[in-house]
């Protein structure tokens, strides 16, 4: 069964201290990484898809890789607009979508 | 921009009533997708559907149905709404099968008494 994990849980940052969070994944036949932020009480707002190894994709503060195993968000010089909760997901063979439980990020400013 | 709205953010209901929660794209997309979603267990499918008329089970359909007769509207259905139906729920769209990224609805907040 194709499983995503997401990790840490929760991060609290300090305003500009830059961080990762981390989305790892087993499914065979990888055929894209989706990522997601959703803010409280709201709907997920995409962000990227990633689609093979080596991969990079970024917005404004937020920059998204793919190894085999694993994809990184990497969040530069935060700020507090960037606090939300972020998700990971990958499709499953039957084209289902299988997401991670979500990585909260707090920036305090 | 893709457009999907739901008909309620809030929504309080009895048990044992009947519930109806509506999702609308205005992006022509073929496929559509019901989630709850719950604190500590994420983002759970319940049914979706690849064409009008069509649809199919999710990883939770129990106590669930849906219906879809117009390819921009899916509509979600608690048959007879009970306590553990108290969640977020939330509507999504995608282009094509096998077009994999979901654009999601606002959400409903559905509180069962």
């Known amino acids: 069964e194709d499983q995503v994990t997401q990790s840490p849980e929760a991060l609290r940052l300090q305003e500009g201290e830059s961080s990762s969070l981390n989305c790892s994944y087993t499914?065979?036949?990888?055929?894209?990484l989706f990522w997601y932020r959703q803010d409280p009480g709201k709907g997920p707002e995409f962000l990227f898809t990633?689609?093979?190894a080596g991969e990079e994709k970024e917005k404004e503060r937020l920059k998204a890789t793919l190894t085999k195993k694993e994809s990184f968000l990497h969040i530069t010089a935060p700020k507090p607009e960037d606090s939300a909760t972020y998700l990971c997901?990958?499709?499953?063979?039957?084209?289902?979508?299988?997401f991670g439980a979500g990585t909260t990020v707090t920036v305090r400013a | 921009d893709v457009k999907v709205t739901q008909s309620s953010r809030y929504l309080v209901k009895r048990t044992g009533e009947k519930v109806f929660l509506e999702c609308v794209q205005d992006?022509?997309?073929?496929?559509m997708f019901w989630y709850r979603q719950d604190p500590g267990l994420g983002l759970r499918l319940i049914y979706f559907?690849?064409?009008?008329?069509?649809?199919e089970k999710g990883d939770i359909p129990e106590g669930y149905s849906v219906s879809r007769e117009k390819k921009e509207r899916f509509s979600l259905i608690l048959e007879s709404a009970s306590t553990n139906q108290t969640s977020m729920y939330l509507c999504?769209?995608?282009?094509?099968?096998?077009?994999?990224?979901?654009?999601f609805g606002p959400g409903t907040r559905l509180l069962v008494l």
């Open positions: 990633l689609y093979s």
């Open positions: 499914v065979s036949g990888l055929r894209g």
């Open positions: 992006m022509d997309h073929e496929n």
């Open positions: 559907s690849y064409d009008v008329k069509m649809k």
């Open positions: 999504a769209s995608s282009l094509l099968r096998g077009q994999e990224t979901q654009y």
């Open positions: 997901a990958v499709p499953s063979n039957d084209y289902k979508l299988s």
